[in-house]
Structure formats: C-alpha cells, structure tokens
C-alpha cells in the first residue's frame, strides 16, 4: 500500500505491482529499521503508553490539590476546588497544544510521565496565577513524589517555549 497525504488526510491505496527489491529498496528497509530500533531505545523498549493527562489527575489527588467532591473539608488541601478545576483545565490545555507540535511532542518522549504531569502542572499554575490570580502552590511542591527537579525544570522550559511560541 501506498500512503499519500493530501489536505490533512492520510489516503492509503494499494499498489499495482509489488515494490522492485533493488537495492533503494533494501537501503530504505534498512532506515526504517534502524530508526524503529531507535525509537525502541529511546522508549527503552516499553510501549505501554501512560498519558499524561490521567497522570495529572493523579498527582492532583495524591498532592491533595482539593479537587472533586471528596475534599469537602478543604483544611488540608493545596488549592480550593475552584482553582483545582482551573489548574486542571489548564493543564489539558497546555497538553493538547504539546500534541500538535510532533517535533516537542517527540522530545518529551524522554522525560518520565510523571515528571512531564509535574512540569505541564508547574507550567499550567504559573500561566492561570498570572492571567487571574489564583492561588499559588508552594515551592517544590512535587517533592513528595520523588520526581527528578531537573527534569521537570527541564521539561516545563520545553513547554513554556512551545507555549510563548503560539
């Protein structure tokens, strides 16, 4: 089959002839092999993907962010459940946009899920308390989740850019 792109669809249509296998062929088979075993490593041969986004609402929950119904006493919340639901709806925000641009999409590929959820978290936080002045969260308020700092600075720097780029 034949894959062909036109105004944003992918068309696959069958070819008439098998493929000649010269040596084009075995050179391009070659490549695609290659970059699949790359792409292997770099996944560190686990294809179970984890969203980000369940991994958002997880660390919202396990942070005790004050979202939902079950924090009715919001004594020991991070965030009223207001601004919980707006961090939330920001994060997906940010995170939708992270999928459309394949180039930054792929290059975060390295960062673990939930370091990637931290930074999108860190990203979305600054962005709403900034445009509405909601609440702040502490600093560093992922520690309790033995996350790398690095690699959440790291990764909301790629995002903030992606971000200040749209």
Partial sequence: ATPTVSSNTLEIREAKHP????????????????????????????????????????????????RGTKFQDQTHCLLSPRSSEALIFKAWTILNEISIDTDLGTALLQYDVVALSCAVISVAAAASRSSSGNEKLPDEWW??????????MSAAESIRNLVNER
């Fill in 19 to 66: 493929p000649l296998l010269d040596e084009k062929y075995w050179s391009d088979k070659e490549q695609m092999v290659s970059t699949e075993q790359q792409l292997l490593r770099m996944l560190q041969f686990d294809t179970l993907v984890c969203h980000p986004y369940r991994c958002v609402l997880i660390v919202m929950d396990t942070l005790n962010f004050g």
């Fill in 143 to 152: 520690r309790a989740l033995d996350v790398s700092t690095n690699d959440i």
